[in-house]
Each structure stands twice: as C-alpha cells, then as structure tokens.
C-alpha cells in the first residue's frame, strides 16, 4: 500500500515538474502571422461585404473581386448593387464609379489613409507600418488567426474605433470594422481558386 502510495506521489511529482519545465504555451504573435502574409505577392479573391448603417433599415451588400499586388497596390472591383472601382497605389486613391472619376492623395486624408493601411500593412506583413496607426494584438493559432486593430491616433479613432482582421495561414478570410459613427462592415474574402 505505501509502496503504491509512494508511487504515485513519484508519478505526481514527475508531471508537475514536466509542466513546470514546459512553461506557459507561447502566444501567438502579430509578427507570426505578418510574416507568414509578407512572403505573398501576388493575391486574387471574391469578397461579400455587409454594411449595416445606422441610418438604413436594412443592411448594404456588395460584391465584387479583389486584387492585391506587393507591395503597394490594392483593388476592389464592385460588381453589385452598384458598379465601382477603387484602387489604391502607393498614396494615391481613385475611385471610379456612376459619378465618374476621383483621385485623392491619402496624404490629405488621414483617417481613411489609416483605414487602407489597416489594409495594405495587414496584406504586406508590413508591421511598422501597422505600428504608426494602430496597437496590434494577434489571437489563435497560424491556423486560424485574428488581428485586432485600435487606432493610436484621435483622428483615426474618429473613424474608425476597431479593424479585426482574421485568417488562415497566409490567407485573409473576413475584415471587421466597427466605425464610430456607429456602423459596422463585415467583409468575407475567399481567395480566387488556385490561387494563394
């Protein structure tokens, strides 16, 4: 009995320094998962964004296709309700759409600058980039990740109070934002078949 006893206090003894030695599992880390994102060049998908508008009854779908191309270049083609077409190189914003055609410098807009940022950095893996507008926390596993994004600057804040942006490996697959106003977007990415 005590020789049993005795073994079993050995056993218990055993795990707890195995645990003790094993230390916390590590979190995951933005750094994990920009990485992962920085060795893409190249990205095709479909999106389905659903805005919900404090000011509408019902919520604003649009669909359409997005291209992204490192290490500055993002385009967002929507096909429905209502055709347009916004794409951003470098710091240079055009929109074409019913109304015609409007070029801005991001330069000039600081909180939607921040906004593609959010973006673009998230897309790049660039994470300085992320770093001069927002804090970065990252959750889950490489497998199935989110990053949670909260402007550092009171004039982005005014726009925007929260991006989550969550994924697969080095795969986007739903872009959250939480405006200040109120309203509130949910895009879903699905990456273009054969493509990464």
Known sequence: MTSSRNRAL????VAAIAIAL???ALALEAADVLAGLARVERSDATFEETRHIAALTAPVIRRGTLRYVRPAEIEMVVQTPVPERVRVVGATLTIEGRNGV???RLTDMPAIAGWVESVRATLAGDAPALARH????ASG????????????STELAAFVM?????????QIERIDVMEASGDRSVMVVTAARGKP
């Open 102 to 104: 409007r070029e801005v």
């Open 22 to 24: 094993a230390g916390p």
């Open 162 to 170: 929260r991006v989550a942006i969550s994924g697969s490996n080095a």
């Open 10 to 13: 050995d056993c218990a003894a």
């Open 141 to 152: 596993d490489i497998s199935r990740w989110q990053l949670d994004l909260t402007p550092l």
């Open 134 to 137: 927002f804090t970065v926390r």
